[in-house]
């Protein structure tokens, strides 16, 4: 009997340790600095301003107010000029791609449950200008064409007949109905990442790129597809499905040329919490830049004509601006979970040289940031295990993990509950159910060898 009980002041001990650090994590905290929005690094200030958009926290088509989608608009210094959440008073809605228009207004891609919203947004009165709602559910990115209509990165399944509707289409706004198509299962095998499903391609991102074609992203399929519009054809392919060491799981990729016009695709390889480049030649794709080191989900990178790019780091909750070999120069910290930045008076995307012409190929890990995560100043469980892991025989293991906890546990986390306060609440909640199931198996134990005393 005592040999049975010997073992619950230790788990008295360890449930009161984990509850007495929560708590006084907790306490200790102040929810402002993980949902402030302010300057990290400033060490050159652009000419312009920068347009963020956050998707912010959201579940079964509403948002959680303690973590709302905005948009975000920061002056050169690094000082926050204005915030937009637009009308999204009754929780509802969610903001993912926003580019520049040459009139100097925003185009604006604003989901919500069971459409989207695409808008013109006046940058000064922060008013629109036109709205279209579109019958596609959760659609990341729309760019206007030339004409006026809208082309449309449409991921979603058709419920109706029960079959795959993920397909880029051209919207015409005037009549209110889709004029040009093209369908992935038209073009995939039905087994690709595993089968059609309800989120089969996921494709993100669709960039008019020239005269009659469209670069797409289907990020579930890890590749970057060029579509002749006119012959249906994909003329350029980069990656395919399950080649997770050219991509995985990308986002918003750009096409540059480089030397003599060679095709280059600059991307954020969000899954490998890297950027990269990649340029053509001979028919075949050679990455010629990878940015690493500090990225946590990576969605956006562009290349601006200064010869720097501008990177959403998603899960670092913070936008930046690095040198070729990695430096940042300027930051700004976004929570949360910022999807798209935009540098003003550059264009929309990337509109600058490559990494072959800037003489700048290689591979660099970005540095000089201000160190801080949602939280100023303080080590995340993930960048603590990290760094306990780092060039030890389970460094593999602790990036594992510590990727993993970074991808969900700010969807997750309370906002009055520090990130440590979280981890040990999570952990004395495991031990308190270790503890209750210990507990029911000692008293079944106790139980039966009572019985077979009795007999």
């Known amino acids: ?11 008295a001990l360890v449930l009161l340790v984990l509850v007495l650090v929560s708590a006084g994590s907790s306490l200790a905290y102040d929810p402002v600095d993980d949902g402030s929005l302010g300057p990290g690094t400033v060490e050159r200030e652009p000419s312009n301003a920068t347009i963020i958009s956050t998707q912010g926290v959201h579940f079964a088509g509403r948002f959680d107010r303690s973590r709302p989608p905005r948009l975000l608009s920061v002056a050169s210094g690094g000082d926050l000029r204005w915030q937009y959440q637009g009308d999204h008073d009754d929780a509802r809605g969610w903001f993912y791609d926003v580019d520049p228009l040459p009139n100097g207004n925003l185009l604006v891609v604003s989901p919500r449950n069971g459409e989207t919203l695409v808008y013109e947004l006046d940058r000064e009165t922060r008013e629109r200008v036109w709205t279209e709602r579109l019958p596609f559910t959760d659609t990341h990115d729309v760019d206007r064409l030339d004409d006026g209509r809208l082309v449309v990165a449409h991921m979603r399944a058709d419920v109706q007949n029960g079959t795959s509707g993920d397909r880029i289409v051209v919207w015409n706004r005037s009549r209110g109905e889709v004029t040009w198509e093209w369908r992935f299962a038209d073009h995939f095998p039905a087994d690709t990442d595993g089968g059609v499903d309800d989120d089969w391609t996921h494709v993100n991102d669709v960039d008019p790129v020239g005269e009659d074609r469209l670069l797409v992203s289907p990020r579930n399929f890890d590749q970057v597809l060029v579509l002749n519009r006119t012959t249906g054809d994909i003329e350029m392919r980069l990656g395919s499905d399950e080649q997770l060491d050219v991509l995985h799981a990308q986002h918003n990729p750009d096409y540059l040329r480089g030397p003599d016009g060679r095709p280059t695709i600059l991307v954020a390889d969000s899954e490998n919490g890297r950027v990269v480049e990649y340029a053509r030649a001979d028919g075949t794709w050679n990455r010629t830049w990878t ?27 913070r936008v930046i601006e690095v040198t070729p070999t990695g430096e940042v120069v300027w930051e700004f910290y976004a929570t949360w979970a910022p999807y798209d930045a935009e540098r003003l008076g550059t264009g929309d995307g990337s509109n600058g040289p490559t990494v072959q012409e800037l003489n700048a190929t290689g591979r660099y890990t970005v540095h000089g940031g201000a160190g801080e995560s949602p939280g100023a100043g303080r080590t995340t469980p993930q960048a603590w295990l990290d760094r306990i892991t780092d060039e030890t025989p389970v460094e593999g293991v602790g990036e594992g993990l510590a990727s993993w906890w970074a991808h969900r546990a700010p969807w997750f986390r309370p906002v009055w509950i520090s990130p440590w306060g979280f981890l040990t609440t999570i952990l004395a909640a495991g031990v308190g159910a270790t503890w209750l199931v210990t507990e029911a198996y000692w008293r079944w134990g106790e139980s039966v060898a009572a019985r077979r005393s009795a007999d």
């Open 291 to 317: 940015l690493t080191g500090n990225l946590t989900w990576p969605r956006d990178a562009d290349r601006l004509p200064n010869g720097n790019t501008l990177v959403v780091d998603s899960l670092g909750h």
């Open 1 to 11: 009997m005592a040999s049975r009980i010997r073992p619950r002041p230790a788990f």
